[in-house]
């Protein structure tokens, strides 16, 4: 019998990240000499890889030193964003619910897998899943079309048995591009609009619509 494999995203997902993740771009902009209430709101920038954020937030000022952001937002972020993050209401239900029908879960996330590994520790979720998969720290599987990929490969998982569950439209586009389902979560960051356009097969209104969907 083939195993009903679930991957996961992360931020928005499993973890209400915003807070640790909005700080730490406040605090970039701001070490690269920008006003950071002239940002505004930044929902957007949470979920996307982060350099792609990072690359838009600046463009608002006209800046493209990217790598300076990047070296700035994780400054802060490993030593003192990470932390600041708690874990979504009913989120812990709905992994309940799907290890006890048998599903082998996976996180698939754009963030950077050391720092997910240690998110996830952090948040005492490592019982739940086989495996923390994320961008590589020296570079790589920053798509996450690539990275669903390499999951795929690396359990030999079978993507007619397998459905990713994230808030973003790179979420439902990625596993578009691997002929996977997905479930569109509805209490992170994306919003129904956002993840109807993209094409999710399902969308849950909370976590815990999330095993009946699956």
């Not at 640790?20 to 002239?38: N, Q, V, Y």
């Not at 874990?87 to 309940?96: K, P, T």
């Not at 961008?135 to 999951?151: Q, T, V």
């Amino acid at each position: 019998m083939t195993e009903q494999a679930v991957l996961l995203d992360l931020d928005g997902t499993l973890a209400d990240s915003r807070p640790g993740i909005e700080a730490c771009f406040r605090h970039m902009l701001t070490e690269l000499g920008h006003d950071p209430t002239t940002a505004g709101d930044l929902t957007w920038a949470v979920g996307p890889p982060i350099a792609v954020s990072i690359g838009r937030m600046l463009a608002l000022y006209g800046d493209d030193r990217v790598d300076l952001g990047l070296t700035s937002y994780r400054a802060r972020y490993t030593t003192v964003g990470i932390y600041e993050c708690t874990i979504f209401a009913g989120v812990v239900g709905m992994l309940d619910a799907l290890r006890d029908a048998g599903c082998v879960m996976c996180i698939a996330t754009s963030k950077r897998r050391d720092f997910a590994e240690r998110v996830i520790d952090y948040l005492e979720l490592r019982p739940y899943v086989r495996a923390v998969y994320g961008a590589l720290p020296a570079g790589g599987l920053d798509a996450k079309a690539d990275l669903l990929a390499h999951i795929l490969s690396h359990e030999s998982f079978d993507p007619a048995d397998t459905v990713m569950i994230g808030d973003r439209l790179h979420d439902v586009h990625a596993a578009q591009a691997n002929r996977l389902r997905s479930i569109g979560a509805l209490w992170g960051y994306g919003g129904r609009e956002e993840l109807e356009a993209a094409g999710a097969d399902a969308i849950a209104g909370s976590p815990l619509d999330v095993p009946g969907l699956v």
